[in-house]
């Protein structure tokens, strides 16, 4: 059996799913202030009576990481790079405690500039008088060659408790998002690791002895250890639970609208024949430009409890949530009240969600009725206009999906997936205020919970040669080997297809079915006068993101409902 958990921002869905289909499935209320006892809560309500021998796997997707970063709730950090002649560092500024030092490589990895040991000395003594533990250190051209970032990291080791380097962190070119993610990753590190280590020692005394897993924003999971070095993939972790809740359930040969309708937020991306649009570069997260591989989301600010109020005579929903919606005893009222008021909704207090909308009734010299109607209209358009905004956006650039770049593609969606607790009863509206087709994911309630539950283990491994220098290397995976003249790029992509496996493996996918497939291979001719005197190789690779084997059964159970 695998439990699947993901914490909203107005609940934590919890499911345990067995061959067959749904066993479980129980919601707790999410408290902001303590994520940690949330997951614990899940956790507690769906074991009780449950053997832990019977439990295969847990996946989690929490907004640990993101929250601490959105709010800004990060400890300090020092950030020290080396960028070279020819590009300001200060253009990539991350925080206060940034230093830009000597030292420069070139895009072939040749050393243009030394560091020099006493400049970082310095800088280190004046981290340590702020009582700074954790530093990121990033060269421009350090996944050509690390060798300065090793330098600087040799030094600092001994009087910090964690250096991230920056070749280790990504292996994509682009100087200032690696900064990014090296900085964002070295920040949410200490939370990222009291989380780890709270659950795992709470886990053991319940006799949960299990290999924990961490969904990623790119819609797959990594076991829990291999989380503690790169908490940053973390981030973002929920829009993809929604996505992967509704994959299975896309139609074949469409592009779909996939919309997350939670309490607090909305949450939405695009499927291309069921395979989810990824971001072409990065997570954007606050003013932070970054290389985590993420599925293409947007979150809005409105949901079924948001709050609502009138100001200057017009009706504003969102983006605020005070508490749950009037008719479960919140404060003010909301969208959820609304659909009480037009009796959509069977359980709670209608009497509540009148009484609530009343006051802003007279404000607007309206019924109670046509008020509740305008603040479904309002609501349903601020969410039709969000997906235009994220259609749009996805259509400026090349469209890549999980598998491939769909060249020249043009993403025009049909149909749309609704999930989330009060998917049903605003699928009516979106389909009646637009041209799409609507309709609600299987277990709606708890879908993004299945999702996490059942993703795949994924990762990339990037690989670059060059033969004049007789290097080959994928420094993200620790990984350097020399090569002669003949090496070419088919020695290459079974060179980075055996990383990808053993890296794979080692967080915690299934050998049987690993799906790995070649997403670029690119061989240039180094040519010197008239001669060519080398070749310059690049190859990614990566486990195809996806939902795990061995449980069509559950897919086609649910489907059925």
Not at 219 to 228: R, Y
Not at 477 to 505: C, G, M, P, T, Y
């Amino acid at each position: 059996m695998i439990i699947g958990l993901d914490v909203g921002g107005t609940h934590t869905d919890v499911v345990l799913i067995n061959r067959v289909g749904l066993q479980k499935e129980i919601k707790v209320p999410t408290d902001p202030s303590d994520l940690f006892q949330s997951v614990l809560s899940g956790l507690d309500a769906i074991t009780e009576d449950i053997d832990p021998s019977d439990i295969n796997r847990i996946v989690l997707s929490t907004t640990l990481t993101t929250n601490a970063i959105v709010q800004n709730k990060i400890p300090p950090v020092g950030m020290i790079v080396s960028s070279g002649p020819g590009l300001d560092p200060e253009c990539y500024r991350t925080n206060p405690h940034y230093f830009a030092v000597s030292g420069s490589m070139d895009h072939r990895g040749r050393e243009i500039e030394p560091i020099y040991p006493d400049e970082i000395n310095e800088i280190a003594d004046s981290l340590k008088k702020e009582g700074i533990q954790h530093i990121g250190v990033v060269g421009k051209f350090s996944i050509r060659n690390p060798s300065h970032e090793l330098s600087i990291t040799a030094i600092l080791e001994k009087s910090f408790e964690k250096v991230f380097m920056g070749h280790r962190i990504s292996g994509n070119l682009n100087f200032g998002r690696r900064i990014a993610t090296t900085y964002l990753n070295a920040a949410v590190y200490p939370l990222h690791r009291e989380f780890y280590q709270a659950v795992q020692k709470s886990l053991a005394a319940r006799g949960l002895n299990l290999p924990l897993r961490l969904l990623k924003a790119d819609g797959g999971n990594m076991n829990f250890e291999s989380t503690i070095d790169y908490p940053v993939q973390t981030i973002l972790s929920g829009p993809a639970a929604s996505v992967m809740g509704a994959v299975a359930f896309g139609p074949e040969d469409e592009d779909t609208l996939v919309m997350d309708i939670g309490g607090t937020t909305t949450d939405m991306a695009v499927l291309i024949n069921r395979a989810p649009v990824l971001n072409p570069l990065g997570i954007q997260l606050a003013d932070y430009k970054t290389l985590i591989r993420s599925l293409e989301t947007l979150s809005l600010g409105l949901g079924g409890d948001s709050a609502i109020r009138v100001n200057g005579g017009k009706l504003v929903v969102g983006p605020e949530r005070l508490g749950p919606a009037m008719a479960y005893g919140g404060p003010v009222p909301t969208p959820t009240d609304a659909l009480f008021v037009l009796e959509y909704i069977p359980d709670g207090s209608r009497e509540k969600s009148i009484e609530g909308l009343t006051p802003l009734a007279k404000q607007q010299k309206s019924s109670v009725k046509s008020l509740a109607a305008e603040i479904l209209d309002v609501t349903c358009k601020k969410i039709l206009s969000a997906a235009r905004q994220l259609i749009y956006r996805i259509n400026r650039k090349p469209v890549y999906t999980v598998h491939e770049l769909q060249e020249g593609y043009v993403v025009k969606p049909t149909t749309i997936l609704v999930l989330g607790g009060p998917a049903p009863y605003f699928a009516r509206y979106l389909e009646k205020m637009s041209e799409y087709q609507v309709r609600v994911v299987p277990r709606w309630k708890v879908a993004n919970a299945i999702g996490a539950a059942l993703a795949r283990t994924t990762c990339e491994v990037n690989f670059f040669a060059d033969t004049e220098s007789g290097i080959a290397e994928a420094l993200e995976e620790n990984f350097s080997r020399r090569v002669d003249h003949s090496f070419d790029q088919e020695a290459a992509i079974q060179q980075a297809l055996d990383l990808l496996e053993a890296k794979a493996i080692d967080r915690g996918a299934n050998t049987d079915y690993l799906e790995m497939e070649v997403l670029e291979a690119l061989q240039f001719n180094m040519v010197r006068g008239f001669n060519t005197i080398g070749k310059n190789i690049r190859v990614k690779v990566q486990i195809k993101p996806g939902l795990i084997h061995g449980y069509d059964e559950v897919i086609r159970n649910l489907s059925g409902l």
